[in-house]
């Protein structure tokens, strides 16, 4: 089941797999709303594991779900405040385009991207001017278009996120 907001990406995956091969029934798709078909999917016994993406909130309920089940197993991530630990032996060019890439690539929507950037004393004064000269580099806008580095957020409630966040 993938994100409500990812159906037809999911729906595109799903053809290829099957076209070099993969069996039907051994991949499916079943796209829907968390709360109804996925909660249905975690709780129906012929599920023997569940890997997941999202929230904490929902990952917890899941857990709850899979522990009235019995011992079945759950790969939750569920996006942290993922940090870049940078001492004086780093290379600041190297940095910047590192916490560049890891930073905005997928405009930032993945649970590995990076949220804190952490600087030693010592390099601090020689990355953040170039970090800035690159952020400001970055050009937003129409994913399709070549000269575009950061495309748009998936939804309103993401905008809203990050609008909070910040």
């Known amino acids: 089941k993938p994100a409500e907001q990812t159906p037809l990406i999911a729906a ?18 079943l ?3 968390g709360e109804s078909v996925g909660a249905r999917l975690v709780a129906d016994p012929r599920v023997d594991g569940v890997v997941f993406t999202g929230s904490t909130e929902v ?15 759950l790969v939750a991530e569920t996006g942290g405040q993922n940090a870049m630990v940078v001492d004086s ?3 600041p060019e190297q940095v910047v385009a590192d916490a560049i890439a890891s930073a905005f690539d997928s405009a930032g929507q993945r ?3 990076l949220r804190v950037l952490c600087l030693q004393e010592e390099i601090a004064g020689r990355v953040l001017p170039m970090l800035a ?3 400001a580099e970055l050009a937003v806008g129409e994913p399709s278009r070549l000269a575009t580095d950061v495309g748009p957020i998936i939804d ?3 905008r809203a996120g990050l609008e909070a966040h910040i």
Request: proline share 6%; net charge neutral.
């Open 12 to 29: 595109e995956a799903v053809r290829i797999l099957r076209e070099a091969g993969f069996p039907g029934d051994a991949v499916q798709l």
């Open 89 to 91: 032996s780093a290379l």
């Open 156 to 158: 309103e409630a993401a």
């Open 31 to 33: 796209p829907g709303q």
């Open 133 to 135: 000269g690159a952020m």
């Open 111 to 113: 649970c590995s991207a």
């Open 59 to 73: 990952a917890e309920i899941i857990h709850r779900t899979l522990a009235r089940r019995g011992n079945v197993p």
